[in-house]
């Protein structure tokens, strides 16, 4: 079992993020992590399956409600290094995850950025931006550069 501070749960995401960034893709990285335990691992995979819905943080949730043989995430954490969309945040509400962590903001598109949490989660759950911000925002602006 690894340390249960955000920061090192987030630094895996980060390396995710790194793998997609190799592979071409937007370079965002989560896990789910459930009792302690890192359940489930996704990156960005949009071009490689030609899925506009294959998003890191919709491919952990499917591998970790596979592993945990349910359709809620209730006891579970959500980390991605880019806050989640508005298709990965109803994702994230439908699978009842208790608490998300993410870097980078995204003013554009982000959920938490520009919607009322509220409207779609449950009051319980714990949301938290910021960790390791300086990091995926660095990753992020790298590939966007490159791509110009």
């Known amino acids: 079992m690894i340390s249960k501070e955000p920061d090192d749960y987030m630094g895996i995401c ?3 993020a790194e793998e997609a960034f190799l592979d071409g893709e937007i370079p965002v990285g989560a896990i789910v992590v ?3 335990r890192i359940i ?8 490689k399956l030609h899925d506009c819905t294959a998003h890191a943080e919709v491919l952990a949730i499917t591998t970790a409600c596979e ?3 349910s359709k809620y995430l209730s006891d579970c954490q959500l980390y991605v290094s880019l806050e989640p969309c508005t298709m990965c945040a109803g994702a994230i509400a439908w699978s009842q995850i208790g608490e ?4 980078a903001e995204d003013l554009k598109k982000g959920f938490f950025s520009n919607f009322d949490k ?8 714990k949301v938290k931006g910021g960790v390791k911000k ?3 925002s660095e990753l992020l602006q790298r590939f966007f550069r490159k791509l110009r």
């Open 134 to 136: 300086m990091e995926s």
């Open 34 to 36: 459930c009792e302690g």
């Open 67 to 69: 592993a945990l043989g």
């Open 118 to 125: 509220t409207k779609i989660f449950s009051k319980k759950v």
């Open 40 to 47: 489930a691992k996704a990156y960005n995979q949009t071009e």
């Open 100 to 103: 998300i962590y993410y870097g």
């Open 14 to 16: 980060l390396r995710l």
